[in-house]
């Protein structure tokens, strides 16, 4: 129980799409005005050295998953854009023309 006078914050902090600096930024910035993070899903707590390397580490694996997301769609938009090409390579005839060769 916090003491007297004192109300326990509760938020959730939605990892993806954030950087681990920002992460690192806000632990700083909670330390420093002396407010510790105690996660209700996750086993940490940021008043122990602990904690702070698993909020950290969570940050990490976080902006890594986002990446990957990224860099997967990324890769899906450009197999679209060729295979709506017509063209195995992708490229379009720079007149417009089709071959109907058989």
């Given at each position: 129980?916090?003491?007297?006078?004192?109300?326990?914050?509760?938020?959730?902090?939605?990892?993806?799409?954030?950087?681990?600096?920002?992460?690192?930024?806000?632990?700083?910035?909670?330390?420093?005005?002396?407010?510790?993070?105690?996660s209700?899903?996750?086993?940490?707590?940021?008043?122990?050295?602990a904690?702070?390397?698993?909020?950290?580490?969570?940050?990490?694996?976080?902006?890594?998953?986002?990446a990957?997301?990224?860099?997967?769609?990324?890769?899906?938009?450009?197999?679209?854009?060729?295979?709506?090409?017509?063209?195995?390579?992708?490229?379009?005839?720079?007149?417009?023309?089709?071959?109907?060769?058989?």
């Amino acid at each position: 129980m916090p003491p007297a006078g004192i109300e326990p914050a509760h938020a959730v902090w939605e990892a993806s799409g954030q950087r681990i600096s920002q992460l690192a930024q806000l632990a700083e910035e909670l330390d420093r005005l002396g407010v510790v993070l105690r996660s209700a899903t996750e086993p940490f707590d940021t008043s122990a050295a602990a904690g702070r390397m698993m909020l950290q580490m969570l940050g990490v694996f976080a902006e890594f998953e986002h990446a990957t997301i990224v860099d997967r769609v990324t890769a899906g938009i450009e197999r679209r854009a060729k295979k709506a090409s017509g063209r195995p390579d992708g490229c379009r005839s720079a007149t417009g023309a089709t071959s109907k060769r058989k």
